[in-house]
Nanobody
Framework: QVQLVESGRGLVQPGGSLRLSCAASGFAFRSTAMRWYRQAPGKERELVASITSGGNTNYAESVKGRFAISRDNANNTVTLQMNSLKVEDTAVYYC?????????????WGQGTQVTVSS
């Protein structure tokens, strides 16, 4: 059974930092690309950062230079380090895995964790 469990929710002031983690189980984490998304109130869910099985990373323009995604294959976790946070980073953050089985892609999402940036 595939499970993704996010942690690290919090309230932080603008300019502050927060670290989110996603604990994965039930699939071959080491060979799976992982992604972080976010969804702000009234907006569509957007891709924030991704990391391939080989460790290559990509970021949305809005978070480049401020956020860093990493993975720990020994502990099946993917982390999003968020620095220099802005009010507009306020959202529910989700981690996602896409598994390919017999040529069909299955998407799995965590339950989400709230990040609020406010003074």
């Amino acid at each position: 059974q595939v499970q993704l469990v996010e942690s690290g929710r919090g309230l932080v002031q603008p300019g502050g930092s927060l670290r989110l983690s996603c604990a994965a189980s039930g699939f071959a984490f080491r060979s799976t690309a992982m992604r972080w998304y976010r969804q702000a109130p009234g907006k569509e869910r957007e891709l924030v950062a991704s990391i391939t099985s080989g460790g290559n990373t990509n970021y949305a323009e809005s978070v480049k230079g401020r956020f860093a995604i990493s993975r720990d294959n020994a502990n099946n976790t993917v982390t999003l380090q968020m620095n220099s946070l802005k009010v507009e980073d306020t959202a529910v953050y989700y981690c996602k895995a896409v598994l390919i089985r017999i040529g069909i892609a299955y998407e799995y999402w965590g339950q989400g964790t709230q990040v609020t940036v406010s003074s």
